[in-house]
């Protein structure tokens, strides 16, 4: 195991690729010092869906283990940060979880807007404020970015638990880009690719996909109270240190954003589907979804507590 351990943590030494912070750049635009770049490691490319509960690895392993993954950890922060708004690696402050929907999508096509610009930061067309905006697309990619060597790094396999939380964030924005934008390159990007050509999917199979997930992702975290003491200590540990969107830091927690989710997605389906979209609701209610305020999935801001998109 220990040999294992060693080839998986040499293969995240920090070798380093630039690649673009998604900012809509226009094609005229040059690189230059004020263009936004990321240092980020060499990409890994693995099975992201591979959610195997397995026998837990030897406790004295899990240190090391811990430590090699500390890098895609790190990033683990940095994707929640994106996904409320943030950039560059930052907390989101106040407002900016509003700004991937709500001043582009939702001003352009929505039932009702504000009667008034913000002093031009409300754009009623698709022409994104470019000082803060990423849009929808944007921040899929971004968390991709993100997750993706988190996701497909073997030995994240060792902590399921994590991997899991990883790949439901991955849906979660996937769902919603693929919503507004139709086919996405989502198998591609879950499996980490970084260059094209790019295979895109179309929305059902995106869909079906996702469902898949959510339902290894909801058995990976009823199995939580079958683990170890030491083990479900230790991922305890992780998520106070890694999980900024959870006010309780609990898996359970999780659970039920991951079937609240899948609900969501069976709404989506009912003039579609009728009969599936009862059966997806059915199912995701039985097994606990979020029900009260405490078990939001959210991020604190000196404003106060922002909901992900109302789930």
């Given at each position: ?199 895109f999917n179309d929305g059902y199979t995106i869909y079906t996909s996702i469902l898949k997930n959510i339902d290894d992702i909801v058995a990976v975290f009823d199995n939580f109270p079958n683990r170890p003491d030491w ?81």
């Amino acid at each position: 195991m220990k040999l294992n351990i060693l080839k998986y943590a040499l293969a995240a030494l920090p070798l380093v690729t630039f690649s673009a912070c998604m900012d809509f750049d226009t094609p005229s635009d040059e690189f230059n010092k004020e263009t936004d770049v990321t240092l980020r490691p060499e990409p890994l490319h693995g099975d992201a869906d591979n959610l195997e509960i397995k026998d837990v690895v030897a406790e004295e392993d899990f240190p090391e283990i811990k430590k090699a993954l500390k890098n895609d950890l790190d990033m683990l922060i940095t994707a929640q940060y994106y996904l409320m708004g943030g950039k560059n690696g930052e907390e989101p402050g106040a407002h900016q979880w509003q700004y991937v929907f709500n001043l582009t999508t939702d001003a352009y096509a929505g039932y009702t807007t504000c009667d008034q610009s913000w002093n031009g930061s409300f754009p009623t067309t698709y022409s994104y404020k470019r000082d803060f905006c990423e849009g929808p697309h944007g921040r899929f990619l971004s968390m991709k970015n993100n997750l993706g060597n988190l996701l497909n790094n073997d030995l994240t396999n060792e902590m399921v638990e994590i991997k899991a939380i990883a790949l439901l964030l991955f849906d979660y924005v996937a769902q919603e880009c693929t919503d507004l934008y139709g086919s996405i390159a989502y198998q591609d990007h879950k499996g980490n690719k970084e260059t094209n050509p790019f295979t895109f999917n179309d929305g059902y199979t995106i869909y079906t996909s996702i469902l898949k997930n959510i339902d290894d992702i909801v058995a990976v975290f009823d199995n939580f109270p079958n683990r170890p003491d030491w083990y479900r200590a230790e991922i305890n540990n992780i998520l106070f240190e890694s999980d900024k969107l959870t006010q309780d830091q609990q898996i359970d927690t999780w659970r039920r954003f991951a079937n609240s989710l899948k609900l969501r997605m069976a709404m989506h389906l009912v003039k579609v589907d009728p009969a599936e979209a009862k059966r997806l609701a059915e199912e995701a209610v039985a097994s606990g979804v979020v029900e009260s305020m405490a078990q939001e999935i959210g991020m604190n801001a000196n404003t106060g507590f922002m909901g992900v998109s109302n789930i």
